[in-house]
């Protein structure tokens, strides 16, 4: 009798965490680690379920949202000293996106090499510092900065970039690394 409850509660086990299991590989999580070299470089892991950083990009988007009532359509991004208004990002973005794939900025400077181009449904951005150890790439899914400006008016549409981030991205997003740091952000 001993033996059989045993096997029942061993059973139960396996079928329940079986169901948390199968869960948790359906759910996607955002995943991301700084390493910094070196006996003290510090170690950071950050994983994230989905669901949470959807509750994230709501709260970024009211804060946006506040950041630009009384600036109009403006958003300081801060090049030298000029404001960039949304309606034109959208008109810069939709002439980008109708230029199919293509290199669009290319810059070799001594050590320093910057590429941002376009392969398929992909926006990369390559960067590399071979004199300083610095190198990196982002790549963004040209669907996901469609979400972004996708937003009413002058608003941009964060959670329904996120939102298509989830769709459209499984596996690396960001592989950054900058002498002794190393940032790598992936959903899976």
């Known amino acids: 009798m001993k033996n059989r409850a045993l096997v029942v509660v061993a059973l139960a086990a396996l079928v329940l965490s079986t169901g948390v299991v199968y869960a948790q590989e359906q759910a996607p999580w955002l995943h991301i680690r700084v390493t910094e070299a070196g006996e ?8 994230l ?3 949470l950083v959807q509750v994230f990009a709501d709260i970024a988007e009211k804060e946006i949202e506040k950041e630009l009532s009384g600036q109009g359509s403006h958003i300081d991004l801060d090049i030298d000293r000029h404001d960039i208004e949304i309606a034109d990002i959208r ?3 939709t002439e980008l996106s109708n230029a199919g794939d293509a290199e669009f900025v290319e810059v070799e400077e ?3 090499y910057v590429k941002i181009s376009r392969t398929g449904n992909t926006i990369l951005i390559e960067f590399d510092d071979t004199d300083g ?3 990196g790439r982002v790549e963004v899914p040209v669907s996901v900065v469609d979400a972004l400006l996708a937003g009413e008016g002058e608003r941009l549409n964060v959670r329904a970039a996120i939102d298509e981030m989830i769709a ?4 690396e997003i960001v592989f950054v690394e900058d002498g002794d740091t190393t ?3 992936w959903i899976e």
Not at 40 to 47: I, L, P, R, Y
Not at 168 to 171: D, H
């Open 49 to 51: 379920p989905i669901s």
């Open 91 to 93: 008109r810069a973005w």
């Open 40 to 47: 003290d470089g510090a170690k950071v892991s950050v994983n």
């Open 110 to 112: 001594g050590d320093e």
């Open 183 to 185: 940032v790598r952000i």
């Open 168 to 171: 459209s991205s499984s596996g």
């Open 133 to 135: 150890d610095e190198s």
